[in-house]
């Protein structure tokens, strides 16, 4: 297995620019989820999804969008960048049924707005 | 709402020293506690858990025991390693729409 997989491991964008940040699982797991994290506040939550169909804002879902076509995949959109938006992005995923619930994690993206 | 209160960083000690990074819980129901640890440029690996009260999880020397009646899950180590410089996590999940609560995590720096 492959785990959770996220591309590009690397970006810069131009404030106003749109991306699309790729995530996917080969784990079969119903629940997926964006986080962001920034120096001294830890991980917040952007988006999630327990299902194909079914997304969900989370803390901080201002300036993203997100789609579940597959259960695979939860790519992540920016609608027009800016530099607040810069940070490091993190895919996770999990079993939705069964404890203990542990999450499966991507590598990161590194995105810088200027 | 579920929080997670982690002791604040950073930590820095010297090679084969004793480890406590403390964490404090507020859950409505009864979660599933976790330590995640990120080495530099990587993204969140498990490092151990617990699933109910008095329960130990442990890994690479590390232990935490899930405290009920403290509402803690402090991580603790006996003699810490150069290798061991990373941050800290700690978390919780409930089944509860999957979501999983995070602290803000503890940057350990080990000294040789």
């Known amino acids: 297995n492959a785990g959770v997989t996220q591309t590009p491991k690397f970006q810069v964008l131009k404030t106003g620019q749109s991306m699309t940040l790729q995530c996917a699982q080969d784990?079969?797991?119903?629940?997926m989820s964006w986080y962001r994290q920034d120096p001294g506040m830890g991980l917040r939550l952007i988006h999630y999804?327990?299902?194909?169909?079914?997304?969900d804002q989370g803390e901080v879902p201002n300036g993203y969008n997100v789609s579940r076509s597959t259960t695979e995949d939860f790519p992540l959109r920016l609608l027009s960048a800016a530099p607040s938006q810069t940070s490091v992005y993190f895919c996770?995923?999990?079993?939705?049924?069964?404890?203990?619930?542990?999450?499966?994690f991507g590598p990161g993206t590194r995105l810088t707005v200027t | 709402g579920n929080s997670v209160t982690q002791m604040e960083g950073p930590v820095t000690l010297s090679e084969e020293a004793f480890l406590t990074i403390n964490c404090t819980y507020t859950?409505?129901?009864?979660?599933?506690l976790f330590w995640y640890v990120q080495y530099p440029g990587e993204g969140l690996q498990l490092l151990l858990k617990?699933?109910?009260?008095?329960d130990k999880g442990s890994n690479k020397g590390f232990e935490a025991t899930y405290r009920k009646e403290t509402t803690s899950f402090h991580l603790e180590k006996g003699s810490v390693q150069v290798s061991d410089s990373a941050v800290y996590f700690c978390?919780?999940?409930?089944?509860?729409?999957?979501?999983?609560?995070f602290g803000d995590g503890t940057t350990l720096t080990v000294k040789p």
């Open positions: 617990a699933t109910k009260a008095d």
């Open positions: 784990m079969n797991h119903e629940y």
């Open positions: 859950a409505t129901g009864y979660p599933s």
């Open positions: 978390a919780l999940s409930e089944s509860d729409a999957g979501k999983s609560t």
């Open positions: 996770a995923s999990r079993l939705l049924a069964g404890d203990p619930y542990e999450q499966y």
């Open positions: 999804s327990v299902g194909a169909g079914i997304t």
